[in-house]
């Protein structure tokens, strides 16, 4: 069975960091996207940051952009988001998101939740101002 857990969320004051942890477990296919997103209360689930296994390529939202860094470490089966000067509209449920046969499908925007269909369970992020 596919299952992402998200880890690492948290309270912290504007301006700090965090560092959330997406651990990937029963999947075989190396030819997929991991994504981060977001949903604040309210708010539609928006895109974050997201990462391509075949050549490791990252894409970041215009919002996070500088702030956030996606990563992953291929022999533990993680990827991360590396959050710095966090702002309080960064609060938010977080989610890590996967999908495979990235490019056999020709996909190609991988920060539209529309594109994947396993998701964790989120964590959350709250900044206070």
């Known amino acids: 069975e596919e299952r992402l857990v998200e880890s690492g969320g948290g309270l912290v004051q504007a301006g700090g960091s965090l560092r959330l942890s997406c651990t990937a477990s029963?999947?075989?296919?190396?030819?997929?996207?991991i994504g981060w997103f977001r949903q604040a209360p309210g708010k539609d689930r928006e895109g974050v940051s997201c990462?391509?296994?075949?050549?490791?390529?990252?894409y970041d939202a215009d919002s996070v952009k500088g702030r956030f860094t996606i990563s992953r470490n291929i022999n533990q089966n993680t990827v991360y988001l590396q959050m710095t000067n966090l702002k309080a509209d960064d609060s938010a449920v977080y989610y890590c998101a996967a999908v495979g046969s990235w490019t056999l499908h020709g996909r190609i925007n991988c920060l539209l939740p529309a594109e994947f269909d396993i998701w964790g369970q989120g964590t959350q992020v709250t900044v206070s101002s």
């Open positions: 029963g999947f075989s296919d190396d030819d997929y996207a």
């Open positions: 990462i391509l296994s075949n050549d490791g390529s990252t």
